[in-house]
C-alpha cells in the first residue's frame, strides 16, 4: 500500500525544517547586530564622557584664568601704569636760524711786550741821537668788548634724539579708567559664557 501514502504528508517536516532553519540563522544575525548597536553604544558613550570631562576641566581653567585676570586687573586698577618709553631717532632739520643778540665779550689776558724802541734824543750841542732802549714787559688787559650779532645763518643738520619718555597713569587717568572698564566688562562676559 505504497500507493496509499500521500506525497504530501511527507514533505511538511522537511519544508518547517528548512524554515526553522532559516529563522534561527536571522535570529541569530540579528542577536549580532544588537550585540554590535550594544558595542557601538557604549563606545560612543564612553567617548561622550571623556569629552565632557575634558571640557569640564577646559572650563575650570578658563575660569582660572579669568579670575587671575580680576585680580590682576583690580592690581593695576589700584597702582595704575607706569613706563619709560624710549625714543631713538634721527631727524632731518634745514632751516634759517635768525640770530639778534647783543654780547659783552669779556677779554682778560696779560700781553708780553720784547721789543726796542728807537728813542730821540735831543742832546744840545751834539746834536739828535737815537738810542735804542730794550723794551721787556707783560701788560695786563681786562677789559669787556661789546659784541653786536645781527644775523641769519642756514642750516642744514640731522638730529640724533636719544631719550626716555617716562609714561605715568594714575588710576582715575581718563585712558585708563576707561580702558579697565571696558576690560572689566569683557570678563565679566566671559565669566558669564563660562
Known amino acids: ?6 506525497p504530501d504528508d511527507t514533505q511538511p517536516i522537511p519544508r518547517i525544517a528548512a524554515t526553522q ?19 557601538l ?22 575660569t582660572s584664568v579669568v579670575a587671575n585676570a580680576s585680580r590682576s586687573l583690580d592690581n593695576l586698577a589700584g597702582q595704575g601704569i607706569s613706563l619709560d618709553f624710549p625714543i631713538s631717532q634721527t631727524i632731518n632739520f634745514e632751516g634759517d636760524v635768525p640770530i639778534k643778540q647783543d654780547l659783552n665779550f669779556p677779554f682778560k689776558s696779560n700781553f708780553p711786550i720784547d721789543t726796542t724802541v728807537s728813542v730821540p734824543v735831543d742832546l744840545g750841542p751834539l746834536g739828535q ?8 714787559t707783560t701788560v695786563p688787559v681786562d677789559v669787556n668788548v661789546p659784541i653786536h650779532v645781527d644775523q641769519t645763518i642756514h642750516v642744514k643738520t640731522e638730529v640724533p634724539i636719544r631719550i626716555t ?17 571696558q576690560v572689566r566688562a569683557m570678563l565679566e562676559n566671559l565669566r558669564r559664557m563660562l
Open 129 to 136: 741821537q737815537v738810542i735804542n732802549v730794550p723794551v721787556k
Open 41 to 62: 553604544a557604549l563606545v560612543s558613550l564612553a567617548v561622550n564622557v571623556l569629552l565632557v570631562a575634558r571640557l569640564l576641566v577646559i572650563r575650570n581653567a578658563l
Open 21 to 39: 532553519g532559516r529563522l534561527e540563522g536571522q535570529v541569530k544575525a540579528l542577536w549580532a547586530a544588537v550585540v554590535m548597536v550594544g558595542l
Open 165 to 181: 619718555v617716562p609714561i605715568r597713569l594714575g588710576p582715575n587717568d581718563p585712558p585708563l579708567k576707561d580702558l579697565l572698564a
Open 1 to 6: 500500500m505504497s500507493n496509499n501514502t500521500k
